[in-house]
Nanobody
Framework: QVQLVESGGGLVQPGGSLRLSCLAS????????MGWFRQAPGKEREFVGA????????YYADSVQGRFTISRDNAKNTVYLQMNSLKPDDTAVYYC????????????????WGQGTQVTVSS
């Protein structure tokens, strides 16, 4: 019954910005930490960032620190990933994931996943 649906992916030029959205349904949204992961061609799925369910604290991978921002709107059951200063290395399929209460960088600990949305950064 749980569904996570990402949107907002697309093609952008280096240095550009993009905002991804993830709409969650079928869960008590505020009790879940929400994570963003990405998988580039030839690479493993990696942690991008997360936001905790109760206090809203955020955590980021070093590779995106200072460029990406995670936020959530509990009234809309939606989590966002604002991506600025995009680089070609950011090209990947981006996934939204949900984990009970507290965040983790370990993808194995997340309970639910969206279908992914493609982000391509190219000139």
């Amino acid at each position: 019954q749980v569904q996570l649906v990402e949107s907002g992916g697309g093609l952008v030029q280096p240095g550009g910005s993009l905002r991804l959205s993830c709409l969650a349904s079928g869960l008590t949204f505020r009790t879940y930490a929400m994570g963003w992961f990405r998988q580039a061609p030839g690479k493993e799925r990696e942690f991008v960032g997360a936001i905790n369910g109760y206090d809203g604290s955020t955590y980021y991978a070093d590779s995106v620190q200072g460029r990406f921002t995670i936020s959530r709107d509990n009234a809309k059951n939606t989590v966002y990933l604002q991506m600025n200063s995009l680089k070609p290395d950011d090209t990947a399929v981006y996934y939204c994931a949900a984990k009970k209460t507290s965040w983790s960088p370990n993808k194995q600990l997340y309970n639910y996943w969206g279908q992914g949305t493609q982000v391509t950064v190219s000139s």
